[in-house]
């Protein structure tokens, strides 16, 4: 075969992969739109952006492959796949798969949830045959018409590939914005729909593969960590000479309870959760969480280490458990201030996702009680998730051999359908100008059908609580409940201009069955529930939570990069006084220290009472 016929294959070669490539890419960018077509005024010039990294994974493949047709086969089925889980994902939560999720691609439990596994398996059995028979085939006729890479050529191919990559691994957030020329937002997006819509799909995704996930506070040094070690050590063992009750010595419970949130201007005089908010009245207040409809995981790390979530560069898109919490020098959390042997978890679904097995181990907690080891479990009637009427029993079943139990619900999670617990006498008053009426094709739309079967469920978990709290009172033994939502329901994306910042704020309340905390009602951030606890239960203290005490006596109940909640208010950090502002820089320079540079602090700081 001469060079001339050599060179038009290979220009062919070239330019299928660039047509599939640009193929692919529309597929991916219209995943958004559910299968209803770009509409033709929301195209822009980044909504095709991508083709070159696709055709990069062209390259790489054909370079180990060294057959073309099998490299066509190969990734595009990789990519069909990819395309459908982000469809589903999609479709159920109204996000796109992230660079770090894709370990979750190897759950095998929820992928059978909301995926057809035996079609798919089928599809990649099919791949298989097909690739090796197009193996073999490609092979021959390359033989026979001496037309092969050379496999230096192909080492070469795969080497400059491999290199154009590398970037975006090293800083994607830099390398993104400067190869695909994007204009940086002004302010974090809170809404992944309209970013990807902005910038393209393909950006969107290889914006996420690597980034700084908190920058490095100004003023910040080991030495003064040091200092600051030093200062509340000092004043931990001072003021704990006052304090009367030791956490270890009684019980707490920690229960998050999935998607629970509720608003009178979406249940007008018909709260769902009563009693829940009448404890919130009494104990509690509201908790701010920067998430709708997902964030689970990264809440709950919150509320277990105190560590801010808007300490974080990308808030909504940092997951602690999956990117840096198992690679950070700390590991530490509210429950390794109890013996280990008395640390325990309760989740009824599965401790698969995000991570979780490992971040409990690295916790040192060993007895995590998941659906399997629940007999007998009992579904919400009409769901396919376990009742928290069914989840409280259990954890009462567990509270005698434990210290503290870290519980996690399930019953309020997604899918949501509008004819579940057909049965129940609470009919919920909807503000039916906040919903569509018409049936949608995804599972986290604004649906009123939606809405009115997840406050029917909101009502069932009303009783549940109520009940744990019954059966609590009626213990000799003092046990302490942070109760807290973690999110508002998926179908109330969108509706911020609406409802305003109440779309981000969940009923949260703090209670002692045998002592009564008298907190005044309190917007407060995750990460300040349990040094709440702490500090009406009058526990003595770690020096972590020696300083949160301090930060919590200047009525700071939140604190963000740049400002804080104090008095229920917004405050800059230049509004502040000069010890507050000594205060929230303690904090930031011991958050830095403990999960982004090398925790010279210690653990110690964290769990010891000394």
Same mark, same amino acid.
């Given at each position: 075969?001469?060079?001339?016929?050599?060179?038009?294959?290979?220009?062919?070669?070239? =330019?299928?992969?660039?047509?599939?490539?640009?193929?692919?890419?529309? !597929?991916?960018?219209?995943?958004?739109?559910?299968?209803?077509?770009?509409?033709?005024?929301?195209?822009?010039?980044?909504?095709?952006?991508?083709?070159?990294?696709?055709?990069?994974?062209?390259?790489?493949?054909?370079?180990? %492959?060294?057959?073309?047709?099998?490299?066509?086969?190969?990734?595009?089925?990789?990519?069909?796949?990819?395309?459908?889980?982000?469809?589903?994902?999609?479709?159920?939560?109204?996000?796109?798969?992230?660079?770090?999720?894709? #370990?979750?691609?190897?759950?095998?439990?929820?992928?059978?949830?909301?995926?057809?596994?035996?079609?798919?398996?089928?599809?990649? $059995?099919?791949?298989?045959?097909?690739?090796?028979?197009?193996?073999? @085939?490609?092979?021959?006729?390359?033989?026979? *018409?001496?037309?092969?890479?050379?496999?230096?050529?192909?080492?070469?191919?795969?080497?400059?590939?491999?290199?154009?990559?590398?970037?975006?691994?090293?800083?994607?957030?830099?390398?993104?914005?400067?190869?695909?020329?994007?204009?940086?937002?002004?302010?974090?997006?809170?809404?992944?729909?309209?970013?990807?819509?902005?910038?393209?799909?393909?950006?969107?995704?290889?914006?996420?593969?690597?980034?700084?996930?908190? &920058?490095?506070?100004?003023?910040?040094?080991?030495?003064?960590? /040091? &200092?600051?070690?030093? !200062?509340?050590?000092? @004043?931990?063992?001072?003021?704990?000479?006052?304090?009367? *009750?030791?956490?270890?010595?009684?019980? %707490?419970?920690?229960?998050?309870?999935?998607?629970?949130?509720?608003?009178?201007?979406?249940?007008?005089?018909?709260?769902?959760?009563?009693?829940?908010?009448?404890?919130?009245?009494?104990?509690?207040?509201?908790?701010?969480?920067?998430?709708?409809? $997902?964030?689970?995981?990264?809440?709950?790390?919150?509320?277990?280490?105190?560590?801010?979530?808007?300490?974080?560069?990308?808030?909504?898109?940092?997951?602690?458990?999956?990117?840096?919490?198992?690679? =950070?020098?700390?590991?530490?959390?509210?429950?390794?201030?109890?013996?280990?042997?008395?640390?325990?978890?309760?989740?009824?679904?599965?401790?698969?996702?995000?991570?979780?097995?490992?971040?409990?181990?690295?916790?040192?907690?060993?007895?995590?009680?998941? =659906?399997?080891?629940?007999?007998?479990?009992?579904?919400?009637?009409? =769901?396919?998730?376990?009742?928290?009427?069914? @989840?409280?029993?259990?954890?009462?079943?567990?509270?005698? !051999?434990?210290?503290?139990?870290?519980?996690?619900?399930?019953?309020?999670?997604?899918?949501?359908?509008?004819?579940?617990?057909?049965?129940?006498?609470?009919?919920?008053?909807?503000?039916?100008?906040?919903?569509?009426?018409?049936?949608?094709?995804?599972?986290?739309?604004?649906?009123? $059908?939606?809405?009115?079967?997840?406050?029917?469920?909101?009502?069932?978990?009303?009783?549940?609580?109520?009940?744990?709290?019954? &059966?609590?009172?009626?213990?000799?033994?003092?046990?302490?409940?942070?109760?807290?939502?973690?999110?508002?329901?998926?179908?109330?994306?969108?509706?911020?201009?609406?409802?305003?910042?109440?779309?981000?704020?969940?009923?949260?309340?703090?209670?002692?069955?045998?002592?009564?905390?008298?907190?005044?009602? %309190?917007?407060?951030?995750?990460?300040?529930?349990?040094?709440?606890?702490?500090?009406?239960?009058?526990?003595? @203290?770690?020096?972590?939570?020696?300083?949160? &005490?301090?930060?919590?006596?200047?009525?700071?109940?939140?604190?963000?990069?740049?400002?804080?909640?104090?008095?229920?208010?917004?405050?800059?950090?230049?509004?502040?006084? /000069?010890?507050?502002?000594?205060?929230?820089?303690?904090? #930031?320079?011991?958050?830095?220290?403990?999960?982004?540079?090398?925790?010279?602090?210690?653990?110690?700081?964290?769990?010891?009472?000394?």
């Amino acid at each position: 075969m001469n060079r001339i016929i050599k060179l038009i294959i290979y220009s062919v070669i070239i =330019s299928l992969f660039f047509l599939n490539a640009y193929y692919i890419v529309h !597929q991916l960018a219209e995943v958004i739109y559910v299968g209803e077509g770009i509409p033709p005024n929301e195209i822009n010039p980044h909504t095709f952006q991508g083709i070159s990294i696709i055709v990069l994974l062209f390259l790489i493949t054909f370079s180990i %492959t060294g057959t073309f047709f099998g490299t066509l086969l190969v990734v595009n089925v990789c990519m069909y796949l990819f395309i459908y889980a982000n469809h589903l994902k999609y479709v159920q939560r109204g996000e796109v798969i992230n660079f770090y999720e894709f #370990r979750e691609l190897m759950n095998i439990k929820e992928l059978s949830n909301i995926a057809p596994l035996t079609q798919v398996f089928f599809l990649i $059995g099919v791949a298989i045959v097909v690739f090796l028979f197009v193996f073999k @085939l490609e092979n021959y006729f390359s033989n026979k *018409y001496n037309f092969k890479f050379s496999k230096i050529a192909r080492i070469l191919i795969l080497s400059l590939s491999v290199l154009c990559l590398i970037p975006f691994y090293v800083n994607s957030e830099k390398v993104t914005y400067s190869y695909f020329e994007l204009e940086k937002p002004k302010k974090f997006v809170f809404n992944p729909t309209k970013e990807i819509k902005r910038i393209g799909f393909i950006p969107y995704f290889m914006n996420n593969i690597s980034r700084d996930f908190m &920058d490095e506070p100004k003023g910040y040094s080991r030495d003064k960590i /040091k &200092d600051i070690k030093n !200062q509340y050590v000092k @004043l931990s063992i001072r003021n704990n000479r006052k304090r009367l *009750y030791n956490l270890a010595d009684e019980r %707490t419970i920690i229960y998050l309870s999935e998607s629970l949130w509720q608003d009178e201007i979406v249940t007008p005089n018909n709260l769902p959760a009563p009693y829940i908010d009448s404890m919130a009245n009494l104990s509690g207040g509201k908790m701010i969480s920067p998430f709708i409809g $997902g964030g689970t995981a990264n809440v709950e790390f919150s509320v277990l280490t105190s560590m801010s979530l808007d300490l974080h560069k990308t808030p909504q898109l940092t997951s602690p458990y999956i990117e840096y919490f198992s690679k =950070s020098k700390s590991s530490s959390s509210i429950l390794t201030m109890v013996n280990s042997r008395k640390r325990a978890v309760i989740h009824p679904y599965t401790f698969d996702l995000y991570n979780r097995k490992e971040v409990y181990k690295k916790m040192h907690i060993s007895h995590l009680y998941d =659906s399997k080891s629940m007999k007998n479990y009992v579904k919400i009637p009409g =769901s396919p998730r376990i009742s928290d009427m069914y @989840l409280t029993d259990y954890l009462n079943t567990k509270l005698n !051999q434990f210290s503290m139990i870290n519980v996690l619900s399930m019953q309020n999670h997604l899918p949501y359908k509008q004819n579940i617990l057909s049965n129940s006498t609470y009919k919920p008053v909807i503000n039916h100008k906040l919903f569509s009426s018409a049936p949608p094709k995804d599972n986290f739309a604004d649906y009123i $059908g939606f809405a009115e079967g997840y406050f029917k469920q909101v009502r069932y978990t009303d009783k549940a609580v109520e009940k744990l709290i019954a &059966d609590l009172n009626q213990s000799s033994v003092p046990t302490n409940i942070v109760f807290y939502g973690d999110h508002a329901p998926s179908f109330m994306r969108g509706k911020e201009k609406l409802i305003g910042d109440n779309v981000f704020k969940t009923p949260y309340f703090i209670y002692n069955s045998k002592r009564h905390f008298k907190q005044k009602e %309190t917007i407060i951030g995750p990460e300040m529930l349990v040094p709440t606890l702490l500090k009406e239960g009058d526990y003595k @203290l770690s020096p972590y939570y020696e300083l949160l &005490d301090e930060i919590l006596s200047q009525g700071i109940t939140r604190i963000a990069s740049d400002s804080v909640y104090k008095d229920n208010k917004k405050i800059a950090d230049s509004k502040l006084s /000069k010890n507050e502002q000594k205060l929230i820089n303690d904090y #930031r320079y011991i958050s830095f220290n403990r999960y982004f540079d090398k925790n010279t602090i210690s653990d110690d700081f964290f769990q010891k009472i000394y």
